[in-house]
């Protein structure tokens, strides 16, 4: 059994690797405002743990101006995506350990 | 750090709901752009229709013909980009089969039934179709299908002229309202 992830573990972390992890394209970038509202998080608590996930090597988060305006844009990396995936494989392990 | 069974039941219910909720709004931002050209297309079938009254009967087999070749490539396009997406076709053909269902009982009973009746059929099995798909894709859907409902109903006790004017605002401005709508509360990618 690997261990837990304690950077994807945090409630609001977890929430945010799912959102982007269900996005699925490994291409695929969503918008710092969708990606507030989809979680319902304010700004300064989702900013904080995107800077998290980012230092990680978890998350990519590029910004960029459309129409004049500045826009951030989140996506997850291809070792973000691993680790999300090793962190819910870990967490029913778990469970299935306690039904056992 | 040691996670116990409860709480990692916790989290995975918590990534489902995440899940679940982006999945949905995947769903909204997809099926904008086919209300809104339902929409449009049903504001010119109206238009012709009033123009040309004499050939309705061909003006809303053809906009439902474009209507469904419209949506098909638009999905088809959305297929293309996003290839791990994953759609349900049960849902889009038993959609497409409820309106192939209204367009012929449309064509059937046009010569037969009231006029005002047969300005309701359709349109309101349309939205039948977008409440059907709601249980599956989003409470929205529900909502919008329920109001264009209530509003074809009312339009419905209008005299003519009126009845087809109502209805030709409320069918289109319905879907293209909630087209926007859809697009605005959607994931933008």
């Known amino acids: 059994m690997s261990g837990a992830n304690e950077i994807i573990h945090q409630a609001m972390r977890l929430k945010i690797m799912a959102a982007l992890n269900a996005i699925s394209s490994k291409k695929t970038a969503i918008e710092f405002t969708r990606l507030k509202a989809l979680l319902g998080a304010t700004d300064g608590n989702l900013g904080a743990h995107l800077e998290t996930l980012e230092k990680a090597g978890y998350i990519v988060i590029e910004k960029r101006f459309e129409e004049r305006k500045p826009q951030t844009r989140v996506r997850m990396s291809p070792a973000g995506r691993r680790a999300f995936a090793e962190h819910v494989a870990y967490l029913r392990e778990i469970i299935d350990s306690a039904g056992a | ?189």
């Open chain 2, 1 to 189: 750090m040691t996670i116990d069974p409860n709480e990692a039941a916790a989290s995975l219910q918590d990534i489902a709901t995440i899940e679940r909720r982006t999945h949905e709004a995947l769903c909204y931002s997809g099926s904008s752009t086919i209300f809104i050209v339902w929409g449009a297309l049903v504001a010119g079938g109206y238009g012709l229709t009033e123009l040309y009254p004499r050939s309705a009967m061909i003006i809303w087999p053809a906009v439902t013909a474009t209507g469904c070749a419209a949506t098909a490539l638009i999905i088809a396009m959305r297929r293309r980009a996003r290839p791990q997406e994953v759609r349900d076709w049960r849902l889009i053909w038993a959609l497409a089969l409820l309106a192939a269902f209204g367009a012929i009982w449309s064509y059937l009973l046009g010569p037969v039934v009231p006029r005002p009746l047969m300005y309701s059929f359709q349109p309101t099995l349309f939205m039948l179709g977008i409440i059907l798909a709601g249980l599956w894709l989003g409470r929205f859907f529900v909502v919008l299908g329920l109001v264009g409902i209530a509003l074809i109903a009312i339009g419905h006790l209008q005299p003519e002229p009126w009845l087809r004017w109502w209805m030709a605002a409320v069918q289109s401005g319905t879907l293209i309202v909630g087209g926007v709508w859809l697009g605005r509360s959607g994931v933008s990618r």
